[in-house]
């Protein structure tokens, strides 16, 4: 095995991490045909040869990790008109037997902004409230929001609908091939990849989607630090004999916390931790052992039954210290990972694919004023981010474990001023569902605009900038606009007394001014 990193680029680590080991599977590769009809139930598609273009490369982008936010990520891209290349290492096939569980709204209007959030409700059960501790409830129909809620829904049912949609647009997918390093000079990033066939793929660009082991982290040599939070979380998917009263259930004693909430097909997803009970991941997890940490957190373990899945982990607080290094990224559980709490896993992941993506097209098509300056903001924007949910899902899990008087008072404190303080309680919602984030002065989220010509999140389907103006005027791009030319839709304002003019950005936020209003 052999692993190479980056000492020509500023920035990369001289000594690399060695990338784990592993079992090489079969390879096997899908590439759409038509474009049309394709998708995870429609069986393999015959492979074609890589055309390398003039430069060499083999594609555009290279993608490692085909989970969420590399599904979504790489049909950004191909929608683009990008070729894009999918490596993954597991065989060709999607696991329903997934730890995410939850769709918030912001990720519902980066879904929507792609045609695909209506499918995707339809999956699921809304849930427009949040009860934590018993003594904080959090109203989700108070959302500014055309997803005023979270949606319960497993993670594979996000997988199916990105899979379905890279597929169409172009992306091909190398299962059962796995990295084993990488290098890259001023040109293009090269990739080692280990499997039957494989060989080395050379790309512009190559984003690490791969989870928490990361491989393309590793061949970097970044480092992961951080530390383990709550240890022997069980999860299961079981049947219930009495419902729940509320649709998402969750409470905490303090030696013990557990949640349960409908997961389709009269299923329910069972979450739990008991402080008594501290055993190693890979040890089995037992039916009453479930029931006990139900009954100790909820009162009743609502009669349980017919187990289909049960598993055990840990939870950890680690981020990588930089999303970039020179032609390579990381994004999702790659860059950072955190506890389960507040749902925010995925959903992180989702929206840095959503705004990496447009900011890889740009420059690749060459539209990019400062495409340096461009490919930076990913970290600039997104890492304080990452460190913000970090902080936010830990907090919500230390308050869950509060076991001393004084650590449960002081939850019951933080639970009684959100919920009497409704500024706070509004902060508080935004942060987990994403509605509240924002990139700097300006760089504000935009709502779903009413316009002359649809909703924006319907215009924002091309993967353009939208220009926002009064009726009659057609103002050019403003001096700050991050690209200099490209895909450009014009709107106008819906309501004839708004004078000002906006430019979203294709991932849905707006472009300050420069006039020191936003």
Request: no cysteine.
């Amino acid at each position: 095995m052999s692993t190479r990193g980056t000492p020509d680029v500023p920035g990369a680590a001289a000594v690399p991490q060695p990338v784990p080991d592993s079992e090489p599977v079969a390879n096997s590769e899908r590439v759409p045909d038509s474009g049309k009809g394709v998708g995870p139930g429609a069986g393999p598609v015959p492979a074609a040869a890589p055309v390398k273009a003039p430069d060499g490369t083999d594609a555009d982008v290279l993608v490692v990790g085909a989970g969420p936010t590399g599904l979504l990520l790489a049909g950004d891209l191909a929608a683009a008109g990008l070729r894009v290349t999918l490596v993954e290492r597991r065989e060709q096939g999607i696991s329903n037997l997934t730890r995410a569980f939850g769709v918030h709204a912001r990720t519902l209007e980066q879904l929507d902004a792609r045609g695909l959030a209506d499918e995707l409700v339809a999956t699921g059960t809304p849930v427009t409230e949040l009860s934590l501790f018993r003594r904080l409830t959090l109203d989700l129909g108070r959302l500014p929001s055309r997803f005023d809620f979270l949606l319960i829904t497993p993670q594979f049912e996000v997988e199916r609908l990105l899979e379905r949609r890279a597929l169409a647009a172009g992306v091909r997918f190398r299962y059962g091939a796995e990295l084993r390093g990488l290098s890259q000079d001023a040109d293009s990033v090269t990739a080692e990849l280990a499997g039957p066939g494989a060989s080395a793929l050379r790309a512009r660009y190559l984003v690490g989607t791969d989870g928490l082991r990361s491989a393309v982290r590793g061949a970097l040599g970044l480092p992961f630090p951080g530390v383990s939070v709550v240890r022997s979380i069980v999860l299961a998917d079981v049947r219930l004999a009495q419902e729940p009263e509320g649709l998402l259930t969750v409470a905490a004693s303090g030696d013990a916390f557990a949640f349960i909430t409908p997961f389709g097909g009269g299923w329910y997803r069972v979450m739990g931790w008991d402080r008594g009970r501290q055993a190693p991941d890979g040890a089995p997890v037992e039916l009453d052992e479930v029931r006990a940490i139900a009954r100790k957190a909820l009162g009743s373990d609502f009669g349980m039954y017919g187990p289909r899945w049960m598993s055990r982990f840990h939870s950890d607080e680690r981020q990588v210290p930089a999303y970039r290094v020179g032609r390579v990224f990381l994004a999702g559980d790659a860059a950072h990972v955190h506890s389960p709490a507040g749902g925010q896993g995925m959903n992180t992941g989702l929206q840095d694919a959503a705004n990496l993506s447009w900011k890889l097209a740009a420059v690749l098509r060459g539209e990019a004023s400062d495409p340096e300056r461009l490919l930076d903001s990913y970290h600039g924007e997104r890492h304080p981010v990452g460190a913000r949910v970090l902080r936010s899902s830990g907090a919500i899990v230390r308050l869950a474990m509060a076991r001393t008087p004084l650590q449960r008072a002081a939850r019951g404190l933080a639970a009684g001023l959100l919920n009497a303080v409704r500024p706070a309680s509004a902060r508080a919602m935004g942060m987990i569902t994403g509605i509240g984030i924002s990139y700097g002065p300006g760089a504000r989220r935009v709502p779903d605009l009413a316009l002359r010509e649809g909703r924006l999140y319907e215009l924002l389907r091309d993967r353009a900038f939208v220009l926002v103006a009064p009726p009659g005027e057609a103002p050019s791009l403003p001096r700050t606009s991050p690209v200099a030319g490209g895909r450009l839709i014009r709107a106008t304002w819906g309501d004839p007394a708004r004078r000002d003019t906006l430019l979203v950005r294709p991932d849905g936020y707006a472009v300050p001014s420069g006039d020191g209003k936003g």
